[in-house]
């Protein structure tokens, strides 16, 4: 306001040049006023024009409008640039799947993994662009009031065993049938841990845990090779003809697979363009829609 009474000469014409009231414009001056040692203006006649320390600070306005129009455009070409580099958190699974044809379609990606109990997801919006996280279904929500939440899928989970398995034939398979046998858990905290728990108090007993592995693909390996069974998800496993994957007919069992980013992040046009990438390659039908509903089991 000082820069412009200097170069308008009067209040009236700085009102009219920025489109506000005379009396707002005083009161701006007003306010800067108080914040200086001397006088910045003073009456001449009916107008009110710069003292010699006013018409200093005016000048000094110059630069200090150039440099804030500089920072603003540099904000404006940060949030316009689409190539600038985007980092990406998952869990173990997620990263397998989908790292690579996200790396192949979007070179500035910079992939991380994180092997995270369900409760510190939403932390890791702090650290990355975009975290791919994942929850049971009966789990707490993801805390919305403070992350943007994008659906990216609903994934069944199976029960795994080894193709010579005794329950790989069996139809419908139930809780009561898979909790006679010795079974792989995550470790405490992690997701999938719950469902266990339900196919135990669903059946009635409890489950013989033998092994805690969170890496699925270990978990395959060790289930391939001997009686013990798993939990493993339905369309991020990797096809294996050593496994057969089962639904069970008494306890569906599902998995929320979503994108947490912190709300100012997706300001971003190198961050829009990455997440749309991602929702085309896990198959969302729709922006900010979730996946389809569980495929037919099928013998990996």
């Known amino acids: 306001m000082l820069r412009e009474l200097g170069e308008r000469g ?3 014409a700085v009102a009219r040049a920025v489109r506000i009231t005379p009396s707002a414009v005083s009161q ?7 914040s200086a040692r001397v006088p910045l203006t003073e009456r001449r006649g009916r107008r009110l024009v710069l003292t010699p320390a006013g018409e200093a600070l005016a000048a000094a306005a110059v630069d200090v409008m150039a440099a804030l129009d500089r920072a603003a455009r540099a904000v404006g070409d940060h949030l316009d640039d689409e ?8 869990y173990h699974s997620a990263g397998l799947s989908w790292f690579a044809p996200l790396l192949a379609r979007s070179p500035g990606v910079r992939c991380f993994d994180e092997d995270v109990p369900h409760a510190e997801f939403p932390a890791l919006v702090g650290d990355y662009d975009l975290v791919i996280a994942h ?6 929500p ?3 009031e403070r992350l943007t939440v994008i659906p990216l899928m609903i994934e069944p989970l199976y029960v795994a065993m080894s193709v010579d398995h005794p329950l790989a034939g069996r139809d ?3 809780a009561v049938d898979v909790s006679a046998w010795p079974w792989i858990s995550t470790h405490t905290g992690f997701p999938l841990e719950g469902i266990l728990a339900a196919i135990a108090a669903t059946a009635g007993r ?10 699925f693909t270990v978990a395959a390996s060790v289930v391939a090779g001997g009686a013990v069974l798993a939990l493993l998800p339905g369309r991020t496993t990797a096809p294996d003809p050593r496994l057969v994957l089962r639904p069970l007919a008494d306890l569906p069992a599902v998995r929320h697979i979503d994108v947490l980013t912190r709300p100012e992040t997706l300001h971003r046009a190198a961050v829009r363009t990455v997440l749309t990438t991602l929702r085309e390659i896990v198959g969302a039908p729709s922006p900010f829609i979730g996946a389809p509903g569980p495929r037919p089991p099928a013998s990996r």
């Open 10 to 12: 009067s209040v009236a």
């Open 206 to 215: 409890p489950l013989d845990v033998r092994h805690r592995i969170n890496e």
């Open 135 to 140: 929850r049971l279904a009966h789990s707490p």
């Open 28 to 34: 701006q001056l007003n306010v800067l006023q108080r």
């Open 172 to 174: 419908p398979l139930r």
């Open 83 to 90: 190539d600038s580099a985007v980092t990406v958190a998952a």
């Open 142 to 144: 993801w805390p919305a």
